[in-house]
């Protein structure tokens, strides 16, 4: 049984840094990639950023390229998101997936998911 658990999260002032982390297990992730979506009150799941665990490519959201890095632990199997520069758009709850595909950018190709953590960015 795959189990993401989300930490990280937290209140921050715009302008700030925040690091997700999100600790893997279950099974072996090489092949895999790994995601970082985000959804704000009323609005739709989102991606934000995904890497391959084998290899180590990334890929990002428009929204957050630039400020945003995705990174992995092969040996802890945990991925990161450092986000920096942070602005009250970004205020969402962050979740953490995992696909079976080498690359995925859209919920629909995630199979598992942690339960979430709340990033709050103050103006």
């Known amino acids: 049984q795959v189990q993401l658990v989300e930490s990280g999260g937290g209140l921050v002032q715009a302008g700030g840094s925040l690091r997700l982390s999100c600790a893997a297990s279950?099974?072996?992730?090489?092949?895999?990639?790994m995601g970082w979506f985000r959804q704000a009150p009323g609005k739709e799941r989102e991606f934000v950023a995904a890497?391959?665990?084998?290899?180590?490519?990334?890929y990002y959201a428009d929204s957050v390229k630039g400020r945003f890095t995705i990174s992995r632990d092969n040996a802890k199997n945990t991925v990161y998101l450092q986000m920096n520069s942070l602005k009250p758009e970004d205020t969402a709850v962050y979740y953490c997936?995992?696909?079976?595909?080498?690359?995925?950018?859209?919920?629909?190709?995630?199979?598992?998911w942690g339960q979430g953590t709340q990033v709050t960015v103050s103006s």
């Open positions: 997936a995992v696909s079976h595909l080498f690359v995925a950018v859209t919920t629909s190709k995630y199979d598992y």
């Open positions: 279950g099974r072996t992730f090489s092949g895999y990639s």
């Open positions: 890497i391959r665990w084998s290899g180590g490519s990334t």
